[in-house]
Structure formats: C-alpha cells, structure tokens
C-alpha cells in the first residue's frame, strides 16, 4: 500500500509539472515579445495584460507575480531577475527596467500617469516601494482622499542600490551608483555616487 501511494505522488507531480510548463508555455507566447533564454513562472502569476508586456533576453519573471499593465507598457531588459511576489503596476504609464538589474521579493513598482525608469546594473531590496503619484492636500475643507492625485516620475540611475525596505516618492532621481540605506524614504534627489539613509518623521509645516 505504501509503495502504491509513493507512485500516485510522484504521478500527480509529474501531472501538475506538466501542466505547470503548458501554462508556462502559454503565457510565453502571449506576450507582446520575449526574448532567447528568457523564463516566465506558471505558478499564480498574474498577467493581465500580456500583449503590454516586453521581456527581453535572458531574464526572469518569478512566482506569484503580479504584472499589472492593462493601460500601459512594461520593458523589461536584457539579464534582468524579478524574484517572487512582484509587482508591477502601470495606469496611463511605462515601467523600463534596463539591463542587468535585480529586483528582491515583495518590491512594488507603481507607476501611475508617470512612468517608473530603472537604469542598467540596479539591484532593489526586498519590500521596497516606488511611486509615482501622491495625494494633494491643498484644500482644507475637502477630504485628501477627494482631491486630485499628483503625479511625477520616477528615475533610478545605472548602478543604483536601494536597500531592503526603502519606499522613493514621486519625481526622485536618484544618481549614478548612489546607495539608499535600509528603512530610508526618500523624498528628495541623490545625487550620484553619495550614501544616504533614514526615515525619521518631524514637523514640515501646518497645512494652509
């Protein structure tokens, strides 16, 4: 009995890797180009709009991901690795991610009415978040969630290294191989080749 229920295993297994590299196979050819040597995961990937999705040579989508680009268009380059629990979200927008670049676990890449570009030899931390768009505040008597979005791009320069949980707001550039220190929200330009790092919160001004 127990040699009978290893080989139902090992057969179910077989079945379901089988299905794995179908879908997997399926997919490929859905999108809008893939390149030589380039793999995409069958397993729970969400892929909503293919025909709006450009992975070039020798790169890698892994599990879990969500890659969100109905309204607009995601370039993925050359020797690029997107590790499990991505997400790549673009409304009205282009992601461009360059050549050589790492993307950790659990980064989110917003790019909304503002497009999100990530040059050559990046390499992103887990759960760090970019954005392009924010809330405006301006109006006083009209609650934030009311008023109109703001949106600004967003531009990570060659040989960027942004650490593990770091969050970049809307209309950063962060320079030529400069580094961003774990935890660090980062607000404002960085400049190239300088080190920075916190998130401490204080006073900024009353709202008008």
């Given at each position: 009995m127990k040699n009978y229920f290893e080989k139902l295993f090992f057969i179910v297994l077989k079945v379901q890797s089988i299905f794995d590299e179908c879908k997997r196979f399926l997919l490929e050819r859905s999108l809008k180009s893939i390149g030589k040597g380039s793999y995409v995961s069958s397993r729970q990937i969400e892929i909503d709009?293919?025909?709006?999705?450009?992975?070039?040579?020798?790169?890698?989508?892994?599990?879990?991901?969500?890659?969100?680009?109905?309204?607009?268009?995601?370039?993925?380059?050359?020797?690029?690795?997107?590790?499990?629990?991505?997400?790549?979200y673009s409304v009205n927008s282009r992601i461009n991610i360059k050549n050589n670049c790492y993307i950790n676990h659990h980064v989110e890449l917003?790019?909304?009415?503002?497009?999100?570009?990530?040059?050559?030899?990046?390499?992103?931390?887990?759960?760090?978040?970019?954005?392009?768009?924010?809330?405006?505040?301006?109006?006083?008597?009209?609650?934030?969630?009311?008023?109109?979005?703001?949106?600004?791009?967003?531009?990570?320069?060659?040989?960027?290294?942004?650490?593990?949980n770091?969050?970049?707001?809307?209309?950063?550039?962060?320079?030529?191989?400069?580094?961003i220190g774990a935890g660090s929200v980062v607000t404002k330009n960085v400049e190239k080749y300088t080190i920075v790092c916190g998130a401490q919160a204080r006073f900024i001004k009353k709202r008008v």
């Open positions: 709009s293919p025909k709006n999705l450009l992975l070039k040579d020798n790169s890698v989508i892994g599990k879990n991901a969500k890659i969100l680009c109905k309204t607009g268009e995601i370039v993925i380059g050359n020797s690029v690795y997107i590790n499990n629990d991505v997400i790549l917003l790019a909304n009415h503002a497009n999100i570009t990530i040059g050559n030899d990046v390499s992103i931390g887990m759960n760090v978040f970019i954005t392009t768009s924010n809330h405006g505040f301006a109006e006083r008597n009209v609650p934030i969630m009311e008023q109109k979005e703001e949106y600004k791009a967003v531009h990570i320069k060659n040989g960027a290294w942004i650490g593990a770091c969050i970049i707001l809307p209309g950063v550039i962060i320079g030529e191989g400069a580094v």
